[in-house]
C-alpha cells in the first residue's frame, strides 16, 4: 500500500514492533522474575494481550488495492489507493552471557541492554533506507556483523582459552561488540531480511511469495534456535566464527545479485529485474494482454491529477 518513496521506512515499522516487543519481553521476564510461585504465569499469560491486539488490527486491515482490483473492485481500489500511506542471540543471550562469565542477573542486563539497542538501530533503519537505499544498509551492516563476530571470536578464543575465564574489561568488551553486532543487524538484515521480499515478487504471485519466504524465516529461526547451545557446546568460540561465515555468503550474494530497489514502483520491479546483468537470463518478458485497449493501464486505474505514476 505504501507510496514508492517512504515505502521502506513504513515496511520496518514491522521490525520495530517486532524488536520493541522482544525488549518488553525482557523486561517483563526481569520483573517477574522475583515472584515465587505464580511469576513465570504471569509472564506467559500476558503474551495474550499483543496477541488480542493483532487480532483486532487484523479486523480493521483494510485490503490492498492490488488485490481488490485483481478481484474486480477498481472503485474500491482506487478509493484505497488514494488513501494509504539475530535470532540465536537474543534467544539465548543470557545463556551467552552466562557462558561467558557472567553472573545470572548480569546476562539479563545484557540481554535486555542488546534489545534496547536492536530498537534503537530499527530507527536508524527507518529514516535511512528510503535514502541510501536497500544494497548499503544490507552490504555495509553485513560488513560490521562479520568484524564483530570475528572480533568476539578471536577475544573469547584467545582468553578463554588461556584464563578459562574473562576479566572484567574483556566481558565488557565482549558486551560492547555484541552490541555493535545487534546495531548492524536491526538497521540493516533484521528489518531489510522483510522488506525486500515484500518488493520483489510480481503482483500475481506477492502473496505467495511472501508466505514462501515468512515461512522459511520461521523455519530457520526454529532450527537455529533448537540447534544453538549444541553448537556452543561444540564449536565454543567458533560458533561466531562459523555465523560469520554465513553472513560473508549473505553479503556476496547482495552484492553480485540483489538489485536497488529503492524508490522503484512496484508495478515496475518486473522491468528491473529483466534488466539485471544476471536475472535477465532467467526472467521472461511478459507477454502482451490483447484484452487491453492501447495506451490503458493494465491496472485500470486513473491517477488524480497532479500526481506522478
Known amino acids: 500500500?505504501?507510496?514508492?518513496?517512504?515505502?521502506?521506512?513504513?515496511?520496518?515499522?514491522?521490525?520495530?514492533?517486532?524488536?520493541?516487543?522482544?525488549?518488553?519481553?525482557?523486561?517483563?521476564?526481569?520483573?517477574t522474575q522475583h515472584i515465587k510461585l505464580w511469576g513465570w504465569r504471569l509472564s506467559l499469560g500476558l503474551a495474550a494481550l499483543p496477541a488480542l491486539l493483532m487480532t483486532v488490527g487484523g479486523l480493521l486491515l483494510p485490503?490492498?488495492?492490488?488485490?481488490?482490483?485483481?478481484?474486480g473492485h477498481a472503485e474500491e481500489g482506487r478509493r484505497v489507493l488514494i488513501l494509504t500511506g539475530i535470532n540465536s542471540i537474543l534467544f539465548y543471550a543470557p545463556v551467552l552471557f552466562q557462558s561467558m562469565g557472567f553472573g545470572g542477573n548480569a546476562s539479563l542486563y545484557s540481554s535486555v541492554l542488546t534489545g534496547a539497542v536492536l530498537i534503537f538501530s530499527t530507527i536508524i533503519s527507518?529514516?535511512?533506507?528510503?535514502?541510501?537505499?536497500?544494497r548499503k544498509l544490507l552490504i555495509s551492516g553485513g560488513?560490521?556483523?562479520?568484524?564483530?563476530?570475528?572480533?568476539v571470536a578471536v577475544i573469547l578464543g584467545v582468553k578463554l582459552g588461556t584464563d578459562k575465564e574473562l576479566s572484567k574489561s574483556y566481558s565488557i568488551a565482549v558486551v560492547l561488540v555484541i552490541c555493535l553486532f545487534v546495531l548492524a543487524f536491526g538497521?540493516?538484515?533484521?528489518?531489510?531480511?522483510?522488506?525486500?521480499?515484500?518488493?520483489?515478487?510480481?503482483?500475481?504471485?506477492?502473496?505467495?511469495?511472501?508466505?514462501?519466504t515468512v515461512?522459511?524465516?520461521?523455519?530457520?529461526?526454529?532450527?537455529i534456535a533448537q540447534a544453538f547451545l549444541w553448537l556452543l557446546c561444540a564449536f565454543k568460540f567458533g560458533i561466531f566464527l562459523f555465523f560469520a561465515g554465513w553472513i560473508t555468503v549473505m553479503t556476496v550474494f547482495v552484492h553480485v545479485f540483489l538489485?536497488?530497489?529503492?524508490?522503484?514502483?512496484?508495478?515496475?520491479?518486473?522491468?528491473?529485474?529483466?534488466?539485471?546483468?544476471?536475472?535477465k537470463k532467467v526472467v521472461l518478458e511478459p507477454e502482451p494482454d490483447s484484452t487491453?485497449?492501447?495506451?490503458?493501464?493494465?491496472?485500470?486505474?486513473?491517477?488524480?491529477s497532479g500526481t506522478t505514476p
Open 1 to 31: 500500500m505504501a507510496p514508492a518513496h517512504i515505502r521502506g521506512a513504513l515496511n520496518i515499522m514491522f521490525q520495530l514492533a517486532t524488536t520493541m516487543g522482544i525488549f518488553t519481553a525482557n523486561m517483563i521476564n526481569y520483573g
Open 63 to 71: 485490503e490492498t488495492p492490488n488485490s481488490l482490483i485483481e478481484r
Open 126 to 134: 527507518i529514516f535511512t533506507v528510503d535514502r541510501l537505499g536497500r
Open 143 to 151: 560488513i560490521q556483523m562479520i568484524v564483530c563476530q570475528v572480533i
Open 187 to 212: 538497521w540493516s538484515w533484521g528489518p531489510l531480511a522483510w522488506t525486500v521480499p515484500s518488493e520483489i515478487f510480481p503482483l500475481e504471485t506477492r502473496s505467495a511469495g511472501q508466505s514462501i
Open 215 to 223: 515461512a522459511m524465516n520461521l523455519f530457520f529461526t526454529f532450527v
Open 259 to 279: 538489485p536497488e530497489t529503492m524508490g522503484v514502483p512496484i508495478e515496475e520491479m518486473g522491468l528491473l529485474w529483466r534488466k539485471h546483468w544476471f536475472w
Open 292 to 304: 487491453l485497449e492501447p495506451n490503458q493501464p493494465s491496472t485500470g486505474l486513473t491517477l488524480p
